[in-house]
């Protein structure tokens, strides 16, 4: 992907999206999802899981989402921002996942008529989840019919959907919009991007009015091509998939050796690049102590923490194996 923006920065080009690169992203991209999408590249996820917002939810709206996702937790209000006022309405899940029945009940207490409350518009869901976890297609699916008939709109905040994938090993088409999303974002720079995610639109009629959001929310970049080549090259030859099916075997390999740890405990289905893990607080504070960095999931409970640990496209085997040593010291 560097490589990529090298070759980009010989001669010049026409700013603002205007450049070959990026005209040639739809194609791509296209053919990639097996349909007619638009691709608006933006900086970051943040922007990119907004900006998808305020183009299918109203100011008056409500987007649901599982409490702990990222447009809750770790997004500043950005999606409220962008929206110009829609509302986040929390759910419990279970393993980092919006449960169907949770879903269901939750709609179920806002008629969308009363002009009291805010009207339902979307939901929002991780792919994978903040946990590590992923929806298959048939979840995606169930879950999308809840929202269907309620005329909501589904959107996708796929920071790790390449990791979803190498783990479902189904096509991108199966697990977006033929399992009924409606707008993605498609995450790349945690596959070793620079500042380059899109968002790809599964109605293109939905583009013009989010390429106006782009510009006013100054995502709208005039090297648009540096950002585009990096989201070509990430795509060729399943480069995507190959960097993320890397980090998952990493995450297995990891799980395995913290599964050893004395007094260690496996939190969530290990199925992505992420290790969710209950260790002793002793062993935090040695962790941490040879330099190993990592957030605490939730506060100390009865001498344990919980943790996530996530492996990346350059995480090495040599890195599981000196966190191993850390941790037994």
Request: charge should be neutral; hydrophobic fraction near 45%; include cysteine.
């Amino acid at each position: 992907m560097i490589e990529a923006i090298r070759r980009a920065s010989a001669g010049t080009a026409p700013p603002y999206g205007e450049d070959d690169i990026s005209i040639g992203l739809k194609e791509r991209f296209s053919m990639l999802f097996e349909r007619d999408v638009e691709v608006l590249p933006v900086i970051t996820g943040t922007a990119a899981n907004a900006l998808a917002l305020s183009t299918i939810v109203p100011p008056y709206g409500a987007i649901f989402c599982l409490a702990s996702s990222h447009i809750v937790v770790d997004e500043c209000g950005a999606a409220e921002f962008f929206t110009h006022g829609a509302r986040l309405l929390p759910l419990a899940g279970s393993d980092g996942k919006v449960m169907p029945a949770e879903f269901a009940r939750a709609l179920s207490r806002n008629d969308g008529d009363s002009i009291h409350q805010p009207k339902p518009a979307a939901l929002s869901l991780a792919q994978s989840t903040e946990a590590g976890t992923v929806y298959t297609p048939d979840e995606l699916r169930e879950l999308s019919a809840i929202a269907r008939a309620r005329g909501l709109k589904v959107h996708m905040d796929g920071a790790r959907f390449a990791n979803a994938l190498a783990h479902l090993g189904c096509s991108p088409a199966d697990a977006s919009w033929k399992a009924g999303v409606d707008v993605l974002s498609f995450g790349a720079t945690k596959g070793g991007a620079i500042a380059a995610e899109a968002v790809i639109m599964f109605d293109p009629g939905l583009a013009r009015d989010l390429a106006y959001r782009r510009k006013k929310a100054g995502h709208l970049v005039s090297k648009m091509r540096f950002m585009s080549a990096q989201l070509e090259a990430y795509i060729e030859g399943e480069r995507w998939l190959r960097m993320a099916e890397h980090a998952n075997t990493l995450a297995r390999k990891l799980a395995g050796a913290v599964a050893e740890i004395e007094g260690a405990e496996i939190a969530c289905p290990v199925e992505t690049n992420m290790v969710m893990a209950r260790l002793p607080d002793a062993t935090v504070a040695k962790l941490r102590s040879a330099g190993a960095r990592f957030y605490d999931w939730e506060p100390s409970r009865e001498g344990k923490t919980l943790v996530r640990l996530v492996t990346s496209f350059a995480t090495e085997d040599g890195d599981i194996a000196a966190f191993t040593r850390a941790a037994r010291a």
